[in-house]
RNA sequence: GGGCCGCUAGCUCAGUCGGUAGAGCACCGGACUUUUAAUCCGGGUGUCGCGGGUUCGAAUCCCGCGCGGCUCACCA
């Protein structure tokens, strides 16, 4: 057997990253790239798994990295990972000769090496490939994590997700879902005739949300821009423009606190269809929602964090205002605002000065209510005050035809009757700049350009947004929003 | 931003009343030709998050700071 000729002092080494630079010229001094170059592999880990029946006595080649390595002296056996799962090598001394076995020796957890032999079943009944060569791919100069628990560090799992992925199978597979979740919801809506487009993520005026933007410089310009907190009111320009069905699959941008439910950049889709209404996008919703649990799960009954959820259409309908007297036995639209205020206070909600009935129904459901729903529930006609593009009911001015799928006690999406009166656009947002002048930097800002474009015609339309993290958890039952983004914001280091 | 909790070896974690830091995995050396958390023998590899303070002596007690987690506020 080989000895570690160039790199005699290896074993004197304490630091193990040391030792593994060292191996580098280990590897060199016998003709390797401790870095090496394409490798064509025949199977992936999970094929000869499963095609174990015909490939029997077969050679073959796969790659990955290095998992596990147990030695018996003259015989090893490595576990390999690909994308695909894992697979056992095992080598044999007289097999591969003194130089081949001996090199195989110096392989190290986490070093990325290619194989090729002969698939066979061991005798406790594992399928395995029997060694016949191996290529050093590249060499890991940094210890892995230990194998039985893992990277648990959430600190260490989040700024470093390359480890989190190595190491963690589990987490490998609520991204790969995320990723299917995606695509379902892109073939849902392609298939329904919707046209994937892409607007701007930066804005002059930051619209189509209640919500602080981030603000970024354009030098050239030598002008302030607001990266974009919903893409609604491109959206809606386009449905004007005659594109009928547009769906944006994007990233929106907040400025505002971090928390296991809230990353500052996130995923929205947001969909308009033309001549649709609110009941229009509740059918879409449930089935978008089914169709994505479905392709990821392969079901429509989950359970999320010890809940059994049941996403299967049709999801009850019922209004804020029912809900609201269901839950607290108080009528709020059969009151005066003067009384709706007293209700809120009576139940421990802080209401302002001049709050409306509707904005106290709002904020007695936030409270109250929203929590407690855990199946998929829509929740119907929201009062005006808060909905400032929501085109209002034609039997009750104070109502809009807006309404929020609810699961799990959080909002799922948020949909409405769009509104396409200009005139009563124009009036909205001029009520949204007088509560910015009382000092509410989250109200609406005034979009010229978008009540122009409604003054050129938006045919009656229905929208609706719906949070593709928040979905992605409820359907990978993830406690926190970070398990669902790949690099979730961080304070950096030091 | 407020409150609570955490930070010790590459990783997962112990660490008593303030008395020279310790276990498993990983790693290094040795044995072992079908193991699989391989096994057996030997080896502890450390800026105890950082900076001050108290003390003869601090991982441990006190103060400040940093980063993270949970939670409240805000929101999707």
């Known amino acids: 057997m080989d000895e570690l000729e160039d790199t005699a002092d290896v074993a004197t080494m304490v630091d193990e990253a040391d030792q593994r630079r060292a191996k580098l010229d280990y590897w060199r001094s016998r003709g390797a790239d401790p870095f090496g170059s394409r490798f064509v592999r025949t199977h992936s880990s999970r094929q000869i798994i499963d095609g174990f029946a015909d490939l029997e006595g077969k050679h073959v080649s796969i790659a990955g990295r290095v998992m596990a390595f147990r030695g018996h002296g003259k015989a090893s056996f490595l576990d390999i990972a690909d994308l695909a799962g894992r697979i056992q090598v095992y080598a044999r001394h007289d097999a591969l000769g003194d130089e081949q076995y001996g090199m195989l020796q110096q392989v190290d957890i986490g070093d990325i090496i290619g194989v090729a032999g002969e698939v066979f079943r061991t005798r406790r009944g594992e399928i395995s490939v029997a060694l016949s060569s191996f290529t050093m791919l590249s060499k890991s100069l940094r210890p892995l994590p230990e194998k039985w628990h893992g990277l648990k560090d959430v600190d260490i799992r989040y700024r470093q997700r390359y480890v989190d992925l190595i190491v963690n199978p589990e987490v490998r597979d609520t991204f790969i879902t995320r990723t299917r979740i995606v695509s379902a919801i892109r073939s849902f809506l392609d298939k329904r005739g919707f046209l994937e487009v892409e607007t701007p993520s930066m804005h002059a005026i930051a619209g189509g949300a209640t919500a602080r933007p981030f603000i970024t410089h354009h030098n050239a310009l030598d002008m302030d821009l607001y990266l974009r907190i919903a ?81 299967t259409p049709p999801w009850p309908r019922i209004t804020m205002s029912e809900a609201v007297r269901q839950r607290t036995g108080v009528d709020f639209m059969a009151m005066s605002h003067e009384e709706a205020r007293g209700a809120c206070r009576r139940m421990g909600l802080d209401v302002p000065e001049h709050a409306t009935r509707g904005a106290c129904l709002s904020e007695a459901y936030e409270e109250k209510v929203e929590a407690s729903l855990i199946q998929p529930t ?3 006609d929201y009062p005006i005050e808060v909905s400032p593009l929501a085109k209002k009911r034609s039997d009750n001015p104070e109502l809009t035809y807006r309404f929020e799928a609810v699961c799990a006690g959080r909002e799922l999406a948020n949909a409405f009757s769009e509104l396409n009166d200009p005139i009563d656009q124009r009036e909205r947002f001029l009520a949204q700049a007088v509560a910015r002048e009382r000092g509410d930097d989250e109200a609406h800002m005034m979009d010229e350009d978008f009540v122009t474009a409604l003054e050129y015609g938006l045919p009656p339309t229905g929208g609706m947004g719906l949070g593709v993290d928040r979905l992605v958890m409820l359907l990978t039952d993830s406690a926190s929003i970070r398990d669902v983004i790949l690099f979730p914001l961080m304070r950096p280091r030091e």
């Open 231 to 311: 893409t609604e009111l491109h959206l809606k320009r386009l449905i004007v423009g005659g594109l009928e069905r547009v769906y944006e699959i994007g990233r929106i941008f907040r400025n505002e606190g971090i928390s296991t439910r809230h990353n500052p950049e996130f995923t929205s889709v947001e969909l308009y269809q033309a001549y649709a209404d609110y009941h229009d996008m509740m059918e879409i919703t449930e089935n978008l929602v089914a169709h994505a649990a479905r392709e990821a799960l392969g079901a429509t009954r989950i359970t999320y964090q010890g809940s059994a959820i049941d996403l």
């Open 378 to 380: 829509f929740i119907m």
